[in-house]
Nanobody, 123 residues
Framework: QVQLVESGGGLVQAGGSLRLACAAS????????KGWFRQTPGKEREFVAA????????RYADSVKGRFTISRDNAKNTVYLQMSSLKPEDTAVYYC????????????????WGQGTQVTVSS
């Protein structure tokens, strides 16, 4: 089993920044792909960013490109999402996820999920 625990969410004004962290434990491997997704009530979970096992490949949703940065510290089994220039439409519950199946932007490919952390951006 893999456990993922997110932290760093909160309330921020538009234009501000937050850094989310996701700590992994259990049967996780540093080579596994990690992703960040977000969800708002009544909507499907959507892809935000993903990073390959060694961090060499990163992908972002068009809506966050240039504002968010995903990174990982394999020595700490932690992946980060630095969010800048936040907008009210970024308000959502943000989830960290892990997949053993290779790099993907699709939630269904990810087998392990954290409990989520709320990010609220006020206008």
């Amino acid at each position: 089993q893999v456990q993922l625990v997110e932290s760093g969410g909160g309330l921020v004004q538009a234009g501000g920044s937050l850094r989310l962290a996701c700590a992994a434990s259990g049967r996780t491997l540093s080579t596994y792909v990690k992703g960040w997704f977000r969800q708002t009530p009544g909507k499907e979970r959507e892809f935000v960013a993903a990073i390959s096992g060694r961090g060499g490949v990163k992908r972002y949703a068009d809506s966050v490109k240039g504002r968010f940065t995903i990174s990982r510290d394999n020595a700490k089994n932690t992946v980060y999402l630095q969010m800048s220039s936040l907008k009210p439409e970024d308000t959502a519950v943000y989830y960290c996820a892990e997949t053993e199946q290779g790099f993907s932007v699709y939630p269904a490919v990810y087998g392990y999920w954290g409990q989520g952390t709320q990010v609220t951006v006020s206008s």
